[in-house]
């Protein structure tokens, strides 16, 4: 059993065929050379090592493909944000605009009522229940 496993010391840690006990590719050349006649061993070897690497290069070009639908991906990621910056940014510019517009129309109507003294609170007030009216009829008519 551990003659199975051993490894020979001139093969190749790469070589697949001592763990089996096959002979590795030296040995099959090495016979097919003497011999003259054709190892299967050896033809195994290459076809198996052509496979192999038709495999590698089939899944070489499919992470190729994934890698470069990730780096679109991410492409597309970085534009939106970019572009979800910039809209912000104006966002912001917006609202510092309408606080500036509303801070100036609450200053005014300040104003207006320390002018006036308490009337403007009565025009409020009758225009809350002016609303309110116009809501009650509006909900028995339904």
């Known amino acids: 059993m551990t003659q199975r496993f051993s490894i020979n010391q001139n093969s190749s840690l790469r070589d697949r065929s001592a763990l089996f006990g096959h002979p590795s590719e030296a040995e099959a050349y090495s016979s097919y050379s003497s011999s003259r006649s054709p190892s299967p061993y050896l033809a195994n070897a ?5 496979e192999l690497e038709s495999q590698n290069e ?6 190729s493909a994934k890698v470069k ?3 679109s991906i991410t492409i597309g990621i970085g534009n939106e944000i970019r572009d979800s910056a910039v809209q912000l940014s104006q ?3 917006a609202f510092e ?7 100036g129309t609450f200053r005014r109507m300040n104003n207006m009522a320390e002018r006036q003294g308490c009337r ?6 009758f225009l809350i229940l002016v609303f309110w009216f116009f809501i009650v009829v509006w909900w028995f008519r339904r």
């Open 120 to 125: 403007w609170l009565w025009y409020i007030v």
């Open 91 to 93: 966002m912001n510019d």
């Open 69 to 71: 639908a990730l780096k």
């Open 46 to 50: 290459n076809r198996t090592a052509d």
């Open 58 to 63: 089939e899944d070489i070009e499919g992470l």
């Open 97 to 103: 605009e309408t606080t500036g517009i509303l801070a």
